[in-house]
């Protein structure tokens, strides 16, 4: 677990010790939207009439004739019923008073600022929709969105639910290589990219990365790139026939463009996520399942009113982003907050600037971010007004107790619950989470499965543990749960239902149970690295290694850090002839940006003659992580040659200083 560099964690011990639990306050309670806590009961007795009752709520052109037809692991909810996730998002919306109201509230690193209402979005996304039909988009034709955090990531997204295409984000801080494979992989017809973006005052050039990437993709027709700022372009090449800018397209594009009636089954996207193999999946979500589930997460976990104003921090690059900045709030009419740079640019009270300047009522964030912002210290909340935040939440990776209380403390004022939230791509929605009215919190845990969710901790061979640690599973469907991996069904099996039998869901996350029920969320016990909260694969990153010419092999481990919870350390060994050097460190650093993006830039290279591996030829990765965290090296007699784990050893001493 991350230790706190905080000089305030003298107190925060204190308060620990004294104050494990925190009861929600009456006045909290009495307005809350989940209030009566015989909710769970009655879930867990019915989850279909439970989770029939939140899709109820959507707007949907057809009805749907069976909640849910379970043919392990295939699931279909609302079978028959027809809707359309931007009709949920948008239209439904413009209906109402929510016309004018606030939904999107965007602000630029470099502080340009922009507001767009229901109205502005409903015709932004209609107009998207008509360009990407005379495109020659259709319903099930996938299109790549690889953009920095800006309204028109948003746009593209609602207006490829509005015609059924599928979306696919590629985050923008992936490398070209990583951009082409998940495209190939996809067989995307249209990428959608920008000039660039901003990052801690630099600038991320995007189509000079789209361009590298498109080198290599058959399937793509058409690229259309959104110019970032009108007043100071950056400099970027235009293909003919292939590269529009969005700007133009827009200004021919229709005002209207009628959504498609999408089955509950359609495919709404795809989101690339990394796993134990070297190349990542395509996790697959449809339209129904999956807006019900964010739809009553967010209403639920976050209280959502309709006055609140709402920030989730997360890019929408990664699944947070779908499902809790673009398709949870919108789908509930909220104003949702978006940022599209660095907490720290141009000083470390940027994020509680723009909780300052909007009123936000509710911040969602990780672990990582509030662990950095412990190191930079109290007095940057403490000079901004945080009065208006009433609800804090966490997600991405373990919170430990004291980043726990540091946050209640320092930017929930002791006023506001903070929920912890556990998740995952592939769950589409929270599973495992506190509801703020009704669950007395525990710092450092997530604590009860969501209503209508059933959660267990299970041995490996498949015994239920009623207290205590094991590997955390889901042992009954949900409306949000993926359905399965493109273009991959044999590793949907493999990964996912292969653990136990009979449909039970097997997270590869490691959990524990204690006397009151409550999880405890311990990290990933598969070779998924949790880095900055971002998942990573090992082999992914070994893959990128041996990838260079001067590498014969890799292993990869995570390391503990401070701020990111998990570092990447790579042990590699060099090719015959192959002299060893910070140089040869710093390329290997730089080859694996190159190969993957910065978030998997390892903190620690480390030379070794040979890998430790056990007689049958395994890598020990244990032990690797063990000496990448300085550790002890205990028992070694399983290694078929010991010398090598003692010269790693001194190696990482002798960097280490
Ligand atoms: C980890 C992010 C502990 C976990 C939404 C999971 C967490 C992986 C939490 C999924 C939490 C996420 N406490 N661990 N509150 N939330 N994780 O797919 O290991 O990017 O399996 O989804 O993050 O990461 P992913």
Redesign the pocket.
Known sequence: MAKTPDPASQEIDALLDERRTFVPSDAFRASANAADGAVYDRAAADPEAFWAGFARELEWIEPWSTVLEWDPPNARWFVGGKLNASVNCIDRHVRTARRNKAALIWEGEPGDRRTLTYFDLYREVNAFAGVLKSLGVTRGDRVALYLPLVPELAIAMLACARIGAVHSVVFGGFSAESLRDRINDASASVLVTADGGYRRGGVVALKQMADDALEGTPSIQHVVVVRRQAHDPLPVSMQAERDHWYHELMAEAPLRCEPEAMDAEDLLYILY?SGTTGKPKGIMHTTGGYLTGTYATTKWVFDLKEDDVYWCTADIG???GHSYLVYGPLANGATAVMYEGAPDWPARDRMWEIVERYGVTIFYTAPTAIRAFMKWGTDWPAKRDLSSLRLLG??????NPEAWMWYHEHVGRQQCPVV???????TGAIL?TPLPGLTTLKPGS?SRPFPGITAEIRTADGQKVEKGGGLLAIAKPWPSMLRGIYRDPERFVAQYWSQWPDGIYF???GAKLDDDGYFW?L??VDD?L?VA???LGTMEVESALVDHPDVAEAAVVGRSHDIKGEAVAAFVTVREGVETSDTLVDVLKAHVVKKIGAIARPDLVLFAADLPKTRSGKIMRRLLRDIADGKALGDTTTLADPAVVAKLKDEYEDEEG
Do not use: F, K
């Open positions: 996520t990664w699944v947070t966490s997600v991405g990776e373990p919170i912890d939230t556990w998740w995952q791509t592939e495992i997530a997270t590869g996350d969320l990290g990933r998924v949790n909260g971002h998942r």
